[in-house]
C-alpha cells in the first residue's frame, strides 16, 4: 500500500486487519468473534493464528466464516512470533491486535474508522483497556486524551488497544520475537511497548484516546500471575536499558514496584506483595542482566532497525516530577 492517506470523507474506505494470536483458549475466543459480529462497522478481516494443536478451534472458528473474511492460520508457540505470521497476511489499511480474551464495544471499529478520517495526521491510535465489572481495573493507564511519547507509552499503549495504518508496520517491521508470551527467553511481555518505541522513533505520530474502551477481564493476583510477574518485570527493564532511557526513568518503576510491594505487605495482602517482589526482582535482573545480552539475541524484525532517539533527555526531567443475513443465521454456543 501506498503511503497516502485516504479521503477524510471517507470513514467506509477504511479496512481493519485484525491479528488474533490464541492458544489454549476457545470460549475467551468465541467472545471475541462475538463481539466482532456485532460491530457497527463491518468492514474488516480477521486473522486468526492458531497455536493450539490440530483440531483445536475448528468448532470454535467455523459458525463465523459466514460473518466476515476469516484467515485461519497456524504458528509455533510464541506471541510475538504468531502476530509476524499474521503481519505477512494482512490485506487491510489499518492492522490491529487484540487478545484472544478480549472483545470490542459494538462501536469500537466504528469510532476508530471515524478518529483515523477525521484525523489523517495521525499514524496511530491507541485506546484504554477496561473491566466493565471492575470500573477502577487498569488504573495504571491515562484517563486523560493526548499524544504518545517515549515516556507516556507505557501509558497509553497496550496491543488490545492499538491501531496502526499500514504503511507504519510496514515501516516498522516485526514484533521482536525475543519478548511476549511463550519466547524461550523468559521475558513474557513488554513486546507491544517495543514496538511501539520503534514506531515513535521511526517518527511516526501516535494518539491515545482515553475515551476508546476496550474490555479485558481484570487479572487477579493468583499463582500463574505471580509466576508470570518475573517474566514481565525482565522484558520491562531490559526495554529500557536496550533504548537507554535515562537510569533515574528506570529507578522511578523500581521504586513503584518496591512501593507496591510494601503497601500490600503491610495491608495483609500476600499474593499481590509477591506479585510485586517478583516484578522488582525482574525489573531489575532485564535493566542489569538481560540488557548485556542483547548483542547475542538474534532480532527478527522484517524491515526497518531501530534508531537513537535525539530526544531521550527529556525523559530524564518527566521522571523527576454482504453477508448479514447469513451471519445472523449462524448460531453459537455461548456467545
Same mark, same amino acid.
Given at each position: +500500500?501506498?503511503?497516502?492517506?485516504?479521503?477524510?470523507?471517507?470513514?467506509?474506505?477504511?479496512?481493519? !486487519?485484525?491479528?488474533?494470536?490464541?492458544?489454549?483458549?476457545?470460549?475467551?475466543?468465541?467472545?471475541?468473534?462475538?463481539?466482532?459480529?456485532?460491530?457497527?462497522?463491518?468492514?474488516?478481516?480477521?486473522?486468526?493464528? *492458531?497455536?493450539?494443536?490440530?483440531?483445536?478451534?475448528?468448532?470454535?472458528?467455523?459458525?463465523?466464516?459466514?460473518?466476515?473474511?476469516?484467515?485461519?492460520?497456524? !504458528? *509455533?508457540?510464541?506471541l510475538s512470533l504468531?502476530?509476524?505470521?499474521?503481519?505477512?497476511?494482512?490485506?487491510?489499511?489499518?492492522?490491529?491486535?487484540?487478545? *484472544?480474551?478480549?472483545? @470490542?464495544?459494538?462501536?469500537?471499529?466504528?469510532?476508530?474508522?471515524? #478518529?483515523?478520517?477525521?484525523?489523517?495526521? /495521525?499514524?496511530?491510535?491507541?485506546?484504554?483497556?477496561?473491566?466493565?465489572?471492575?470500573?477502577?481495573?487498569? !488504573? /495504571?493507564?491515562h484517563r486523560t486524551?493526548?499524544?504518545?511519547?517515549?515516556?507516556?507509552? /507505557?501509558?497509553?499503549?497496550?496491543?488490545?488497544?492499538?491501531?496502526?495504518?499500514?504503511?507504519?508496520?510496514?515501516?516498522?517491521?516485526?514484533?521482536?520475537?525475543?519478548?511476549?508470551?511463550?519466547?524461550?527467553?523468559? +521475558? #513474557?511481555?513488554?513486546?507491544?511497548?517495543?514496538?511501539?518505541?520503534?514506531?515513535?522513533?521511526?517518527?511516526?505520530?501516535?494518539? @491515545?484516546?482515553?475515551?476508546?474502551?476496550?474490555?479485558?477481564?481484570?487479572?487477579? @493476583? *493468583?499463582?500463574?500471575?505471580? =509466576?508470570?510477574?518475573?517474566?514481565?518485570?525482565?522484558?520491562?527493564?531490559?526495554? #529500557?536499558?536496550?533504548?537507554?532511557?535515562? +537510569?533515574?526513568?528506570?529507578?522511578?518503576? /523500581?521504586?513503584?514496584?518496591?512501593?507496591?510491594? +510494601?503497601?500490600?505487605?503491610?495491608?495483609?495482602?500476600?499474593?499481590? =506483595?509477591? @506479585?510485586?517482589?517478583?516484578?522488582?526482582?525482574?525489573?531489575?535482573?532485564?535493566?542489569?542482566?538481560?540488557?548485556?545480552?542483547?548483542?547475542?539475541?538474534?532480532?527478527?524484525?522484517?524491515?526497518?532497525?531501530?534508531?537513537?532517539?535525539d530526544h531521550l533527555?527529556?525523559?530524564?526531567?518527566?521522571?523527576?516530577?454482504?453477508?448479514?443475513?447469513?451471519?445472523?443465521?449462524?448460531?453459537?454456543?455461548?456467545?
Amino acid at each position: +500500500m501506498s503511503g497516502d492517506r485516504l479521503d477524510p470523507m471517507s470513514a467506509s474506505a477504511i479496512r481493519f !486487519s485484525l491479528i488474533v494470536a490464541t492458544v489454549n483458549r476457545s470460549h475467551q475466543l468465541t467472545r471475541l468473534l462475538a463481539s466482532l459480529r456485532a460491530q457497527t462497522y463491518q468492514n474488516f478481516e480477521v486473522i486468526i493464528v *492458531d497455536q493450539n494443536p490440530p483440531g483445536f478451534l475448528t468448532d470454535v472458528v467455523a459458525p463465523f466464516r459466514v460473518c466476515f473474511p476469516l484467515l485461519h492460520l497456524r !504458528s *509455533d508457540l510464541g506471541l510475538s512470533l504468531a502476530r509476524n505470521v499474521g503481519l505477512n497476511r494482512i490485506s487491510g489499511q489499518v492492522v490491529a491486535f487484540p487478545d *484472544d480474551d478480549c472483545w @470490542y464495544p459494538p462501536e469500537t471499529l466504528q469510532r476508530i474508522a471515524d #478518529l483515523l478520517t477525521t484525523h489523517p495526521e /495521525w499514524d496511530g491510535l491507541s485506546g484504554r483497556p477496561a473491566d466493565p465489572e471492575n470500573p477502577n481495573s487498569f !488504573s /495504571w493507564y491515562h484517563r486523560t486524551s493526548g499524544s504518545v511519547d517515549l515516556r507516556t507509552v /507505557w501509558r497509553r499503549s497496550i496491543s488490545i488497544a492499538i491501531f496502526l495504518r499500514r504503511e507504519i508496520v510496514e515501516t516498522v517491521g516485526a514484533f521482536d520475537e525475543n519478548l511476549g508470551l511463550g519466547t524461550p527467553t523468559g +521475558m #513474557l511481555a513488554a513486546e507491544e511497548s517495543e514496538y511501539m518505541i520503534r514506531v515513535l522513533q521511526q517518527g511516526f505520530h501516535l494518539h @491515545y484516546r482515553a475515551d476508546v474502551i476496550l474490555n479485558h477481564l481484570a487479572l487477579p @493476583y *493468583d499463582e500463574p500471575r505471580i =509466576a508470570r510477574a518475573l517474566g514481565e518485570g525482565r522484558s520491562f527493564g531490559y526495554v #529500557l536499558r536496550k533504548y537507554r532511557y535515562p +537510569m533515574v526513568f528506570a529507578i522511578t518503576t /523500581w521504586v513503584r514496584a518496591f512501593g507496591g510491594a +510494601m503497601q500490600a505487605h503491610l495491608c495483609g495482602n500476600r499474593e499481590r =506483595a509477591q @506479585y510485586y517482589w517478583a516484578l522488582l526482582r525482574g525489573r531489575l535482573q532485564g535493566w542489569f542482566v538481560d540488557s548485556r545480552r542483547d548483542a547475542a539475541i538474534p532480532i527478527t524484525f522484517v524491515a526497518g532497525k531501530p534508531r537513537p532517539h535525539d530526544h531521550l533527555a527529556e525523559l530524564v526531567e518527566s521522571a523527576k516530577s454482504s453477508q448479514p443475513e447469513r451471519c445472523s443465521a449462524a448460531r453459537v454456543e455461548g456467545a
